[in-house]
């Protein structure tokens, strides 16, 4: 799978929109964009993900670029709830093979920290 | 709350010793993984089981093992204790096997003295 580059902070407040980029110059053409968050110390949460196109669920915004080399997670009103690490996964999608398994390899993520 | 439940939340042991950590998936999964997460690894895949077969394994030790039992709840079995091993322990379960969308656990933090 490939690997993610993500600022190790970043800064939002509250109200705000808050724009979390990912760096993901060696991706492959089957391999999907995942984004997850952690609450401190509490199991990780699945956000959203998208291959090429932008994707938005009721949680977040997911911006891939044409070349999809980087991606933007966009929260468009972030709370003080929305404090935690968020983490850019980079997975190749195995339909069909009945042998190879799967697995998310985290990276070290950005630690949002939402401002009052 | 995702529907995965792993028991307990929190164990102290001693070095040496040999602890069991339980998860049971959101009805209807049939996948179940397993993830460490200690201060200075991040978050480290271990195990993942589909419907009772192993299907993948990352860095899992061999002091540990774990196995899907038939009504899909899984356990993981570290054995053999020692400090570093000290770890929040994740299960995450998903409907298929392929997926990227998992659901986790709050974690079983243990902690050996």
């Known amino acids: 799978d490939a690997k993610t580059t993500q600022p190790p902070s970043m800064d939002c407040a509250e109200g705000r929109a808050a724009n979390l980029p990912c760096n993901h110059s060696?991706?492959?053409?089957?391999?999907?964009v995942y984004w997850y968050r952690q609450i401190h110390s509490q199991g990780p949460q699945y956000i959203i993900h998208?291959?090429?196109n932008n994707e938005t669920n009721e949680m977040a915004s997911l911006i891939i670029t044409e070349d999809r080399k980087s991606s933007t997670l966009i929260l468009p009103h972030a709370t003080l709830r929305d404090t935690a690490v968020y983490y850019c996964i980079v997975r190749v999608a195995r339909v069909g093979e009945e042998t190879s398994g799967s697995r998310l390899t985290f990276g070290e993520g950005t630690q949002l920290t939402v401002n009052p | 709350d995702s529907g995965v439940t792993q028991t307990p939340k929190h164990l102290i042991t001693a070095t040496g010793q040999r602890v069991t950590l339980r998860c049971s998936p959101r009805s209807g999964d049939l996948s179940v993984y397993w993830y460490q997460q200690s201060l200075d690894q991040g978050l480290q895949f271990l195990i993942q089981y589909y419907n009772g077969e192993e299907r993948a394994k990352g860095n899992i030790l061999e002091r540990f093992s774990a196995q899907q039992f038939p009504d899909l709840h899984s356990e993981l079995n570290l054995s053999s204790l020692e400090l570093g091993d000290s770890a929040l322990y994740f299960c995450?379960?998903?409907?298929?096997?392929?997926?990227?969308?998992?659901?986790f656990g709050e974690g079983s933090r243990l902690t050996v003295l």
């Open positions: 998208g291959l090429k």
């Open positions: 060696t991706i492959s053409g089957n391999e999907y």
């Open positions: 995450a379960s998903s409907v298929h096997q392929y997926t990227g969308e998992l659901f």
